[in-house]
């Protein structure tokens, strides 16, 4: 069994708050161990960082964006992804295409082969074929 790692990090502009930035951050990760600059915000924890962004996937009922986001930010054993900024100041999960002008969060999760198929399953009419748990994505 290997341990997830998630980190996440993003900018902070000349006319963003870093409180606001950080909250925007831990609506989508809470728990988040952070290492904060003026300018830049890096931060890492374990699985349990995921939950929150595990519910909202299913709450915002968007599994199938989210899963095809991750499979195509997959780089060896880590997902690669970005997400909005403001949108996850509201508590919301949005994927942007590319890199916004304010900076997106960028998010990587290490470890687990299938926590893919743990955070957003592959589903049929809108509803998960099989939930996973946890521990069974950080199963080799």
């Not at 989508?28 to 290492?35: A, E, N, Q, V, W």
């Not at 900076?103 to 996973?132: C, F, M």
């Amino acid at each position: 069994m290997r341990t997830i790692e998630v980190s996440v990090y993003t900018s902070v502009r000349p006319t963003e708050r870093v409180e606001k930035v950080v909250s925007a951050m831990e609506k989508i990760f809470p728990g988040l161990i952070m290492d904060i600059r003026d300018d830049r915000i890096e931060a890492y924890d374990g699985p349990d960082a995921l939950q929150t962004f595990h519910k909202l996937l299913r709450e915002q009922r968007i599994l199938d964006t989210a899963r095809s986001v991750m499979r195509a930010g997959r780089v060896g054993d880590a997902v690669q992804f970005r997400l909005n900024k403001q949108a996850a100041f509201m508590g919301k999960v949005s994927f942007p295409p590319d890199e916004e002008p304010l900076g997106s969060l960028h998010v990587q999760i290490n470890g687990g082969k299938r926590i893919v198929d743990w955070l957003a399953p592959k589903t049929e009419n809108g509803i998960p074929i099989e939930e996973i748990d946890l521990q069974e994505a950080e199963q080799e």
